[in-house]
């Protein structure tokens, strides 16, 4: 169902025949620059030149161009801004199009029942769609905001206002009509879409790319990332094609199958010790028919310093060079985590270079995060990716991990930090640049046989460079936090419960832009305040969405009951998602996928009471061919009377699934 573009009086309208009820009227470019002094936006009147559309300003100093063009469906925006002036400009933000005052965006018969998906900067930050009467709220302290989201761009922080990294969804949730905008690609700047509703009405629609201010010569021209628009009835398909077009521009990664794995760090923490590595490499070894895993992956705990990446400390005294060595002996891939765009004071790293750092206003190392499981004492500082000898050490560390020492797993985390704002060696970088070349060092000295697992790190730029990404904050083994239980309604920070629901919505992002990591299983009944139901349901969520599937348990001490968990995990495991009730507010409860052999629905209960629940099989278009099922879990039987199988009652933070035989 197309969009079709008509220009109007110096500004465009886009609206689709078949849907009458969406349309996009007075949109234009707008471009935030700062010339000798001030600030100014300006909003050009474009008018037609072949090809396209073009403007310039009044002093002759700024040319704009907008090319729209058809792609399978979907329009695509791109645009360029020149500096036809005489002086430098600094360049702050890009919207290739934005609503003008006099402007309307129409998606169904009314915007106070749209549900709008705000999209989340990086791996860890919270993501969710949104009621028009619901507040976005960032984290309160600045030290979890540096971490958590983009302190570039907060979020608006009023009632129907959002800003959405990458992309957007808008559903009208009653006609279900649809427009899902986003950028095709993100190597050179940060894009979001910003939405906001006042009742009924849409007052704001801007797609926006952010330059951080970098200076345009004189004759110097920005091409802008290619904005996608497109609409439907269908969100799940949409968001599908979306996703798969970025995929194809920015050329992602996606390896054949998803590994299985095993991770040190949510039952050891930062305590591991050589002597822990080798009891569970044995217990995997044992388990392999049950659980054939790939890789075993030490994570943070065995490093000298934050920075000295191949130091390790007491606790590893042969070195991690060796512990790769039994890892393969053992018949498993190794793998290593590293921080590698942060260093601690302390390390020998920023001791040694101090100017391989991104500096702050009075010309210091730039603050990046300080975290008490490193000690209480010793901030760590952000790497600049743009300093050729910073570059190299990148380079040359990687390519010891992987080809001398024989790791091929690089869990890559805290990597939002080589995107901080500050200064760099290169000025006419953008963070996102900044962010993409310091990945690209990291996959140059690895290797294209390495497979890299980002995290804690800004989605967009990552994309063709990594083999899987954190999409959601960590696991814990407890469900939820103070943060996300006070008026604050914290989506971001360390919990079990908001890792899940970053699975759910970010599913989409699987096998298009890389392999989802839902971040680890732990089915253990030990060193856990985890209930029974709530690993069910984190297990139900990792396997539904076809997540990797990384054991993070003391795997010789694991219950005859819990090994039955992690069996009947891998078995679900597989298929392919989608996530029905995505738009209509937090939390998705209901997903569906397929596998070659089965149509699989789960159906959860994130409240905090019991309640009866049926699924409408008819409308999910799995009609049973019986009178009962068996559920997946419990094995209870679920009775199916006229297309509903009647759940009965699922208990808080629980689930249950159902699984139908192909027709
Ligand atoms: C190791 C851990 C694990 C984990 C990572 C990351 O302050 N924070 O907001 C914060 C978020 C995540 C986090 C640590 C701190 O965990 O996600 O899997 O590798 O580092 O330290």
Redo the contacts with the bound molecule.
């Keep these: 169902m197309p969009l079709r573009l008509h220009a109007r009086s110096a500004r465009l309208d886009l609206t689709s025949a078949s849907l009458p009820q969406i349309s996009l009227c007075g949109l234009g470019p707008e471009v935030t620059y700062r010339s000798a002094t001030q600030e100014q936006i300006w909003r050009p009147a474009l008018r037609e030149v072949d090809g396209g559309f073009a403007a310039a300003t009044l002093d002759g100093t700024l040319t704009v161009r907008l090319c729209v063009r058809e792609d399978g469906g979907a329009l695509i925006v791109d645009a360029g801004v020149r500096n036809t002036g005489t002086q430098p400009i600094h360049l702050r933000r890009i919207a290739p199009l934005a609503l003008d005052a006099s402007g309307a965006c129409r998606v169904g018969p009314g915007a106070d029942r749209w549900g709008i998906f705000r999209h989340g900067y990086q ?2 930050t919270g993501t969710r769609s949104f009621r028009t009467t619901e507040i976005d709220r960032d984290p309160q302290s600045l ?2 905001r540096i ?2 989201i983009d302190i570039c761009r907060p979020a608006p922080q009023r009632r129907g206002h959002f800003q959405s990294d990458l992309l957007t969804v808008v559903k009208h949730l009653d006609s279900g009509d649809t427009l899902v905008a986003g950028f095709l690609s993100c190597r050179t700047a940060f894009g979001s879409v910003e939405v906001r509703v006042d009742g009924a009405r849409c007052t704001r629609f801007a797609a926006l790319l952010e330059y951080d201010d970098i200076r345009l010569e004189p004759g110097q021209e920005i091409t802008t990332e290619p904005l996608w628009l497109a609409v439907g009835t269908n969100d799940h398909e949409l968001l599908a094609t979306y996703a798969t077009a970025v995929g194809a521009a920015m050329r992602a990664r996606i390896p054949a199958r998803n590994p299985l794995g095993w ?1 040190s ?2 039952y050891y ?2 305590s591991i010790t050589e002597d822990i590595i080798v009891e569970n490499l044995r217990a995997l070894t044992q388990l392999r028919a049950r659980f054939p895993c790939d890789y075993v992956q030490v ?3 065995y490093q000298a310093e934050i920075g000295d990446w191949l130091a390790a400390n007491e606790k590893f005294p042969r070195g991690m060079h060796w512990m790769a060595e039994q890892i393969r002996a053992a018949g498993f891939d190794a793998g290593i ?1 590293t ?1 590698p765009f942060i260093a601690r004071r302390g390390s020998r790293l920023l001791a040694e270079h101090p100017d391989w750092f991104v500096k702050n206003h009075r010309g210091r190392p730039r603050f990046a ?1 300080w ?1 008490p ?2 000690g209480r004492w010793g901030n760590c500082y952000a790497l600049d990716t743009t300093h050729p000898a910073a570059l190299d050490w990148l380079r040359s560390t990687f390519r010891t991990l992987a080809a001398e020492w024989g790791y091929r797993v690089l ?1 890559l ?2 990597l939002f930090a080589a995107a901080l704002p500050g200064q760099r060696y290169d000025p006419r970088a953008t963070r996102a640049v900044a962010l993409r070349r310091g990945l690209e060092a990291i996959r140059e000295g690895a290797g294209d046989a390495a497979f890299l697992l980002g ?2 790190c800004p989605l967009g730029p990552a994309i063709g460079i990594v083999d899987a990404m ?1 999409i959601g ?2 696991v814990a083994p407890y469900w939820s936090n103070a943060f996300s239980r006070g008026p604050q309604r914290d989506l ?3 919990a079990t419960k908001h890792a899940i629901r970053n699975t759910l919505t970010r599913a989409f992002m699987h096998r298009r832009w890389w392999l989802n990591d839902p ?2 299983l732990m089915v253990r009944d030990t060193r856990t305040q985890l209930t029974p139901d709530e690993v069910r349901s984190l297990a139900t969520v990792i396997a539904v969405t076809d997540g990797m599937i990384v054991l993070s348990d003391r795997v010789e001490q694991l219950s005859p009951e819990r090994l039955d968990v992690l069996d009947r995990t891998l078995q679900l495991a597989g298929g392919q998602p989608q996530v029905v009730d995505l738009l209509h507010g937090d939390m998705p409860e209901l997903v569906v996928a397929r596998t070659a052999e089965h149509r699989m629905v789960a159906a959860f209960n994130f409240g905090e009471q019991p309640r009866r629940c049926e699924i409408d099989l008819t409308s999910l278009g799995m009609a049973a061919g019986s009178e009962s099922l068996r559920e997946w879990w419990t094995e209870a039987l679920i009775p199916v009377r006229g297309g509903l199988a009647q759940l009965g009652e699922v208990p808080p933070h629980g689930c249950r699934v159902l699984l139908l035989p192909n027709a």
């Design positions: 791996s860890w030290l979890l971490g958590l991770c760090w949510y923490f930062t994570d943070d705990g985590w921080a995060l975290n499981v490193w869990k985390d805290f995290c804690g954190r904050p960590d971001h920070g360390l971040d680890c």
